[in-house]
């Protein structure tokens, strides 16, 4: 099947993308003490000489004292931080590529480091790291105002450094999906609540902070995911409707793009119809979505954490869904953290070329 779709440009407000591929966002922990090297700007950059339209960024903190959990993970405010970040996107830019940071706050999930631990307590909805499980104490009204500063602040900071996009982190059981999650979020007050909507409040003044910030000819991705790492199998929505009621007031608030994150690209979201997540999402919202989850790959990013190989699989099926407009753009996780050069050789029929993914690709900044 011809790869020819993947090459259409795609436009939104300011920005324009010479293709459809998207580099997924990927923690490496490589910025000790939270400041990017040079080696992650050469990292980048070298994604974007391989032909990748738009590359968002590893989640990166923003300005609340346990944003992140790893003080290898870079963060995105403080002079030393941010001038690290402004050589990564000038250098992207120099190679051609365009580029968005992920804005993180990584919530009630506790640091693997073994003598580090965040300078301040765990933030989260309300004291649970997943249902039933204490983890900290409920954010107070005064931290989650912080907290959406923080963000907005952050965005500022994106647009001054000559990103191109912001991206917002609301997916896998972070911070911002805490708040969705009713397994997580059991407050009583105008952040929590019963329906989808009322806990969809803090991700959306966020966004409303962000797009103030920004201005309105900024691009602000979204990054949203049924699943979660406490739970593979929760659906914040079972039904398109619920979709629906939980999407819209995120849109309404100034979101751009949608990122829909599945371990799976090719799975359908409900019973009855075979669009996925990202399709399901633009046709609930109109808004143009990404899509994501072992494109070219033939395993998923949870198994490889465990040391399972990928082998290369075919893209027809991502062509097809494409094809159709079901989503706008396809993010690429670990097939370009193996091979900055991936793209190309999709672009030239180089198929004899393409890797497997091996785990050993985790440990360096290839
Ligand atoms: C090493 C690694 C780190 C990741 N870190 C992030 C992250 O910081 N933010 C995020 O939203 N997703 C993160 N993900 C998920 C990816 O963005 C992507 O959704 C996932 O890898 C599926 O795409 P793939 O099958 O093409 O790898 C990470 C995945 C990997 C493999």
């Known amino acids: 099947m011809s790869s020819d779709v993947l090459f259409r440009p795609f436009k939104i407000k300011g920005l324009n993308l010479p293709n459809r591929v998207v580099m997924a966002p990927m923690t490496r922990s490589f910025s000790p003490g939270g400041i990017p090297t040079e080696d992650v700007a050469r990292y980048y ?3 974007a000489e391989g032909a990748v339209g738009f590359i968002i960024s590893e989640g990166t903190g923003v300005d609340r004292p346990a944003s992140l ?9 403080g002079e030393k931080e941010l001038a690290g970040w402004r050589r990564v996107v000038d250098g992207v830019h120099a190679a051609g590529g365009l580029m968005a940071p992920q804005l993180w706050h990584v919530g009630a999930v506790r640091t693997r480091a073994k ?4 300078p301040g307590a765990y933030d989260s909805p309300s004291g649970l ?8 104490e409920p954010m107070s009204e005064e931290d989650i105002a912080d907290a959406i500063r923080a963000f907005a602040d952050a965005a500022l900071a994106a647009k001054r450094l000559g990103f191109d996009a912001v991206e917002l982190h609301g997916a896998h059981g972070y911070l911002i999906d805490q708040f969705f999650w009713e397994g997580t979020n059991r407050r009583e ?3 929590g609540g019963k329906d989808l909507p009322g806990r969809a409040r803090f991700a959306a003044e966020i966004v409303h902070a962000v797009r103030k910030s920004v201005g309105t000819d900024f691009p602000i991705l979204l990054r949203i995911s049924q699943w979660k790492q406490q739970d593979f199998e929760v659906k914040l929505a079972d039904t398109p409707r ?3 009621a939980w999407l819209k007031p995120l ?9 829909c994150s599945q371990r799976r690209f090719w799975e359908p979201e409900f019973d009855g119809s075979d669009l996925n997540f990202a399709g399901w999402a633009k046709k609930v919202t109109g808004v143009p979505t990404i899509s994501v989850g072992s494109v ?10 465990g040391g399972e190989s990928s082998r290369p699989a075919s893209l027809d099926e991502l062509i097809r869904r494409l094809g159709r407009e079901e989503f706008d753009l396809v993010a690429v996780g670990r097939a370009l953290l193996q091979d900055p050069q991936w793209l190309l050789k999709v672009r030239d029929g180089r198929t004899e070329e393409l890797m497997a993914f091996e785990r050993t690709a985790f440990a360096a900044l290839s």
């Open 45 to 47: 950059r070298r994604r």
């Open 69 to 77: 959990n790893d003080p290898n993970v870079p963060r995105f405010h």
């Open 115 to 118: 003598d580090w631990s965040p």
């Open 129 to 136: 790291s997943r249902p039933e499980k204490k983890f900290g």
């Open 189 to 191: 007050d105008t952040y």
């Open 242 to 244: 619920a979709l629906e």
């Open 251 to 259: 849109v309404d608030a100034g979101v751009d793009i949608l990122h």
């Open 296 to 305: 070219g790959l033939s395993g998923e990013f949870i198994a490889a954490y």
